[in-house]
């Protein structure tokens, strides 16, 4: 069983920054492909990037590309999401994903094995 636990999420004004991190225990970190969804409600949920065990390939949604970055830090357990250039469209609540046995997996949420509860990013235009 994998924990994980996003922070980070808060209300911040359009233009600004915020950095979620994600905590995940339960398993070697580095054995854990991660991503970063975000959901609105009535909406289904979207990828917004997601990055490789090792930390060496990333991948992104159009919608952040150049504006988001996604790390992890292996020592500490913990995958980030350092968001600038803030919209009020990027308001939702973004979930943290793991899943084990891959190197990346990309932006289906459907192959994703554990989940966090999320965290609220609210950003008023």
């Known amino acids: 069983q994998v924990h994980v636990v996003e922070s980070g999420g808060g209300l911040v004004q359009a233009g600004g920054s915020l950095r979620l991190s994600c905590a995940a225990s339960?398993?070697?970190?580095?054995?854990?492909?991660m991503g970063w969804f975000r959901q609105v409600p009535g909406k289904e949920r979207e990828f917004v990037a997601a990055?490789?065990?090792?930390?060496?390939?990333?991948g992104y949604a159009d919608s952040v590309k150049g504006r988001f970055t996604i790390s992890r830090d292996n020592a500490k357990n913990t995958v980030y999401l350092q968001m600038t250039s803030l919209k009020a469209e990027d308001t939702a609540v973004y979930y943290c994903?793991?899943?084990?046995?891959?190197?990346?997996?990309?932006?289906?949420?459907?192959?994703?094995?554990?989940w966090g509860q999320g965290t609220q990013v609210t950003v008023s235009s």
């Open positions: 994903a793991a899943r084990l046995s891959t190197y990346y997996s990309g932006s289906n949420y459907e192959l994703y094995d554990y």
């Open positions: 339960g398993r070697t970190f580095s054995s854990l492909a």
């Open positions: 990055i490789s065990r090792s930390g060496g390939f990333t």
